[in-house]
């Protein structure tokens, strides 16, 4: 069994889980309402670099969804609904980016097994989620076949499915706690269009 690695992601990491540590330290267990200013976060993407929402605010519309593992059941069928909808997002002014508990390797897999054409973001201790209010529950670790080989993916949390959308001025415009993973492209692109 083969571990994907990234080599510039050890460091970079460790910082930025040092980083989220503190920005949790400021939000527990909040609860982010409708017409609310979400909290800005930086997290690590799906080929180490750095994201962070400073970059989208007052730009661009962002849908940011929590979904509990990359490259199960639901999961797959949500992320795959975003990436077939990547054009009517795109003519709603709107950016899309996948949060899990999920490693970076274990999230690049995830995305090009599926031809994801969005980022997905590393939360491995659920500071961001929290930061949302999101529920948490314990990490795991899965076995897939990827590529001809059978690799583990490694998540530190398991976080509940919940989408936001957040507008250009960074309030959340839209929150689902409910979400069903077949249909949350069709609601967001519904709540986007009124």
Known sequence: MKKMTFPLLGSLFS??????????EHHHELKLDL???AP???AIDQDGHLWK??????????????????????????????RDDASKLKD???????????????????????????DLLA??????AKSFGVPLRDGGQIKREFQGKTIELERGVT????????????????KNTQVKPDQDSANVIAALSK
Not at 15 to 24: I, M, R
Not at 100 to 117: E, I, R, T, W, Y
Not at 123 to 128: A, M, V
């Open 15 to 24: 910082l930025l889980l040092s980083l989220a540590d503190l920005q949790a």
């Open 35 to 37: 017409g609310e200013v």
């Open 40 to 42: 800005e976060f930086m």
């Open 53 to 82: 929402t400073s970059d989208l605010v007052g730009k661009k519309n962002l849908v940011i969804y929590f979904y509990p593992a990359a490259m199960t059941g639901g999961c797959t069928k949500q992320a795959c609904a975003f």
């Open 92 to 118: 709603l002014d709107t950016v899309v980016v996948g949060i899990s508990g999920d490693a970076p390797a274990g999230l690049k897999a995830f995305q090009q097994m599926h031809d994801l054409n969005f």
């Open 123 to 128: 939360d491995y201790n659920g500071s961001i």
């Open 159 to 174: 976080a509940g499915r919940w989408t936001f959308v957040i507008n250009k001025g960074g309030k959340v415009i839209y």
